[in-house]
T-cell receptor
Framework: GQNIDQPTEMTATEGAIVQINCTYQ??????LFWYQQHAGEAPTFLSY????GLEEKGRFSSFLSRSKGYSYLLLKELQMKDSASYLC??????????????FGKGTKLSVKP | EAGVTQFPSHSVIEKGQTVTLRCDPI?????LYWYRRVMGKEIKFLLH????????ESGMPNNRFLAERTGGTYSTLKVQPAELEDSGVYFC???????????FGSGTRLTVV
């Protein structure tokens, strides 16, 4: 089966750093995505990792270890607008295609003043 | 460029009725995906089109759901007859190729009463 785990909720302070972890057990692996979703809005793409290591993009970084089935999203210099749900998703190959996304339940991050 | 557009944004129907959801992908995106999130659960894959062909429909819950993408442009997802457990948010996503990221629409919130 497919299983992606991430914490349900996290709270952090404005200006701080927060790390959101994601572990996965899937039948295949073709990349890991992080999405941000504000309530009632579309999930928006944050990052993509297919090889081990750290990918940095501004205040956001994402790390992947394929051997451990583990990823994290690191958010620096937190702002109030970063309050949102963060979705971890693994692309799993299907047939001859590159595959489709398997999502975790998401981590609701609340940023406090 | 215009994003992925979904219509309607909300729909409330009675059990046993029919509802059709529409998705307009980003122009030129051959890959179109349907996902669904029921309350308290993770976003789950329904099916994947490449142009007008169904690449993968392994996530479709049962034969009450029918997806089409005539002409390889917009797609419709029809639920007939709707049941209470069909309530949730239906997301559409598109991508230019299978190695690219996915752009999601804001979703259609379907409530079956």
């Amino acid at each position: 089966g497919q299983n992606i785990d991430q914490p349900t909720e996290m709270t952090a302070t404005e200006g701080a750093i927060v790390q959101i972890n994601c572990t996965y057990q899937t039948s295949g692996f073709n990349g890991l995505f992080w999405y941000q979703q504000h309530a009632g809005e579309a999930p928006t793409f944050l990052s993509y990792n297919v090889l081990d290591g750290l990918e940095e993009k501004g205040r956001f970084s994402s790390f992947l270890s394929r051997s451990k089935g583990y990823s994290y999203l690191l958010l620096k210099e937190l702002q109030m607008k970063d309050s949102a749900s963060y979705l971890c998703a693994v692309r799993v190959p299907y047939g001859g295609s590159q595959g489709n996304l398997i999502f975790g339940k998401g981590t609701k991050l609340s940023v406090k003043p | 460029e215009a994003g992925v557009t979904q219509f309607p944004s909300h729909s409330v129907i009675e059990k046993g009725q029919t509802v059709t959801l529409r998705c307009d992908p980003i122009s030129g995106h051959d890959n179109l995906y349907w996902y669904r999130r029921v309350m308290g659960k993770e976003i789950k894959f329904l099916l994947h089109f490449v142009k007008e062909s169904k690449q993968d429909e392994s996530g479709m819950p049962n034969n009450r759901f029918l997806a089409e993408r005539t002409g390889g442009t917009y797609s419709t997802l029809k639920v007939q007859p709707a049941e209470l457990e069909d309530s949730g948010v239906y997301f559409c996503a598109s991508s230019p190729g299978q190695l690219y990221g996915y752009t999601f629409g804001s979703g259609t919130r379907l409530t079956v009463v």
